[in-house]
């Protein structure tokens, strides 16, 4: 029996997905995939960086003439995944530029909406025309697929069409978790507990106040903001990677033009398996990016100072080393269960979806299945988690092999994924399907 | 609402509120976008027409378009791009002095409501310079155009 034919929303997304992953809009080689690679969470890193053959698009500035100067720094892109971007203007390309890490693209439908408009990007102004999620795609292709630093449309590329933008849109929107979680989770391990209760107390952690449930709305009492941009500071982080290695890194201004210093807040739940952290990869883990907001550059900047002042003693953020790895472990536990989750969603629509797709899907889960392992092992977290979720991740891997078992093999690993998650989670009424029940 | 709450929201509300304004497209790259190609805001939020007066004591340019006669206030904050992709040229800033009777210009104002009133200032102007010998622009050593 053949499988009933996709509905437009799902075809709209299969379109986006080609085009994300390889369209090149008549430029110099790249697609939205080069620097969003679906292998690694859609982020670019140096690790999977140095796996990359010198001929990737990515790597363009250094084998094309044109864009030899003032494209990209290939020093600190294959050192620490830094892309360079001319947010203030396209007038002096020597001068005027910063250089940002990939943000991931997962979770948008959560993260891209505020009163104030889409935000989007790390500074969230990334899109050009009506500065939205659509739009984006015609800023990205402008700054990085163009064939000379001429930039003119029709010569060094070609702008997308509405419908190309409509398809991308749609794909973009349809990865990752579709809603926020509702925290507290009954979570198993102490010391993720521990986190848990440090991230929503508003007197210690105060991290749910602008990452509302591990996600990047903010409420401070009075009703959800949306999505928000804050000064943290981290502009003003010492030692930071790129500037020791003595390149020229201007400093980056975030929104605007000027900039008024301020950045876009990403979600929490997909931060452990997403790093290099912070709009210019400063940190390359989840306890040193919990841990900058207990340093002077977070309490000195605007928004520490603000949070100081509405704390009866003075404080910022305080926390010491044990609640630093806490609050990290809870993000590595979140993470976790989120990619269990993505895994068990792959695994099922492998079961029911046409032949054509299923490696495909089955390898994805493998993916995902290898993040957790990574994210729990990581933090010295669950370690017989960690075991169902290598069996899981074998099974899959065998399933995708076979030609006999490939539905038993499939349905086993997904028990193996269910009994993972027993060991980080209990069932609750507040943990929301999508924490720990499955699909959202 | 406790006090404590209340100190919470006004606190982090004003960081918030002081340092945010309100989200809009990547300005930088809005230059090299076509005239009537800007996602989401050609049309919609824009002007598309002909330049057919200009005024330089009121620095306004004012012109016809499908929707009926508009006008635009051409202000220190107002960006001028010259739209040169038809000519396979770069897109670049330009001036006041850019604005010529007979161009094709787009027109985004500061206030949507500049559209539906067909008058206001402009955030934006994109203007079409056309290839050798129309309207009397040429090109000169630096790429600018000039009449």
Known sequence: MSPPPPDPRAKLIARGQAIFFNETFNGNGRTCGTCHPTENNFVLDPA?????????PLFVAEFNPDL???FENPRLMREFGLILENLDGFDDLANTFVMRGVPHVLALTTSVNSPQGPRTGWSGDGAPGDGALRSFAVGAVIQHFTKTLNRIPGVDFRLPT?????????FMLS???????????TLKGTVPQRGQEIFLDNRLGKCNLCHVNAGATANFGGGSLGNANFNTGVENLPDQPADLSRQRVPPDDGFGIPGNGTFNTPPLVEAADTGPFFHNNAVETIEGAVAFYDGEAFNNSPSGRALAGTDPNGVGIRLDATQVVAVAAFLRVLNALENIRQAIDLLEASLAGDSGRLKALLRRAVRETEDSVQVLEGGGLHPEAVAHLRQASRLTDKAARSWLFKRKLTRDAIREQEKARAFLVGSSPAAPRTATGGRS | MTLRLMTIVVGMAGVLWSTTPFAHGQKATEVFIPIGQSPGVSYKLTI???????DPQTRTIAGAAPAGPWSANVTPRTKIWLDRSKLRLTNQKGAFADLRTGLLVEVKYEDPAGRVQGKGPAEWVKVEVPGSGRAGYRETVSGRSRP
Do not use: F, H
């Not at chain 1, 990865?175 to 989770?185: C, T």
């Not at chain 2, 598309?48 to 200009?54: A, D, F, W």
């Open chain 1, 48 to 56: 999977i960086i140095a796996t990359l053959p010198s001929t990737d």
């Open chain 1, 68 to 70: 030899k100067e003032n």
């Open chain 1, 162 to 170: 509405e419908p190309e933008l409509d398809a991308l849109e749609a």
């Open chain 1, 175 to 185: 990865l990752g978790r579709q809603q926020d979680l509702s925290l507290p989770l």
């Open chain 2, 48 to 54: 598309v027409g002909t330049i057919e007066r200009i």
